[in-house]
């Protein structure tokens, strides 16, 4: 158990002041009635533990039983220290808990307290019979209220399950497919649907996979979810799919390329029982900084798709290796409520004049209630380019009511109060090991919502130091931050 509360920090608290005030009251305004809600906030965050790695973290809550659960990356290629290539094997921390296998912690009051799972008694969270894979952990649910977890070890998806809320996985299989980047949707009881960018064949792509028995199997064959467009681009399903409870479809977020060099984001869907995907572009001639756009569907079936645009200042070199210069860009929304046959117009849920915004993530409640985080840079950075210019980095937060309409009802907040993180954030993958750069912040980070429909955020966390040198940590350690006030996203009332 490592709970810990951090003070909020005291020039980041005024910074999001000035930088949220005007969000905040354009928020309040639009929805302005007596009986308008305050706006969220959030309490100070909780190191859910200060030994093991917190990179790309995700957190789930279970209604079933009652259970919070937090899953990160070991941190195997996300080692970093003072931009020299570090040895893991230097670390004890790292080198005394490494098992190969994504971490899991679950919390049985809220967030207050966190426990490390354990599997017999070892420093391991499940059985190496069905986890092998330090990368890529996924949360999701069925039908049944099995939670559902998955793994890589660059290679191998492993799936594994639980039916205690997260304590002990009793399911699961190390090899669901071979391939990178996993993602999970729970589907009806027993039921999960895999999605991977599979390794073997030229031309084999994004791919999903489904099995029916808790995760022990997958079935052999996976549903292609990548091909040709009309106008001969191509497209591909590319993130966090999602299961549609309504009518049993599942969408995921996709990226399309096209012949004249234009990029679009959207999402693809297999209906109830389907064999294919059908890839739906919602915007043409967009960028993304991020790997990846992010979707989430709400109790009525909309779904929801959010992404970064990179925007760069037209003949200029002061990026990275004299890209472009970044300018400011946004955090943008579009919705559908048709699974992708017709769009909304975009929206921007954050567009600061003298920062950059990127790695949105999205949940979604009841029908037109929807949260999103980014994390954003502070005006004192200059707007850099993250991957080799250092920034101040913030986890911010918007919550929204009527997200699907043209003029909803927002507020904005910083939800740590402070930076998570002050440095560079590297974008090359497993690249960024070799080359020493910052990548202990993974490649994103997640919300999600409790069973009151109160926002939980997951993000990973470098302001910790070694204790004895007061140099930074090699790898980035896992914090939580609790919604304590404002609008419920699910039901009505407040988080007080």
Known sequence: MFPLSRPRHPRASAWAGAL????????????ASAAAPSPPTFAPPVYVDQQLAGGEPEVFADP?????IYSSHEGTTHLYRDGVVSSPWGDFSFVSNYCNQVNVWTSPDGGTNWYRDRYLGTPCPTSPAINTGFSDPDLTQDAGGRVYNTGIDLANDALFSSIDGGKTWDKGTAN???????????GKPEQVFLSTDTLEGSGSG????VSSDGGNTCSATGIADNGSLPDGGSYSGFGKLYYDKLNGAVAEPAVFNHPDGSFGVGISTLPAGGSAFTPHEAVRGTTMFAHWPAIAIDSAG???L????DNR??????GCGGAQTPAPNSIMLASTKDLGKTWSTPIAVARPANARVFWPWITAGDAGKVSVIWYQTEPQDGLPDLDCQPGHVHAMEASLLGAASKNPQQWTADAAGRPVHIGQVCQGGTTCVATGQDRRLGDYFTNALDTRGCVLIATGDTRLTDPTTDSPLPTARPLFIRQNGGPRLIGSGTCG
């Open 20 to 31: 949220l005030g005007a969000a905040a009251l354009s928020g309040a305004l639009a929805g």
């Open 313 to 318: 200042q037209a003949g200029t070199s002061g």
């Open 306 to 309: 959010v992404w970064d645009p």
């Open 64 to 68: 079933v039983h009652g259970t919070l």
């Open 206 to 209: 994004h791919q999903v996979f």
């Open 302 to 304: 909309t779904v929801y």
């Open 176 to 186: 669901c497919h071979d391939g990178d980047r996993p993602w999970l949707a729970g």
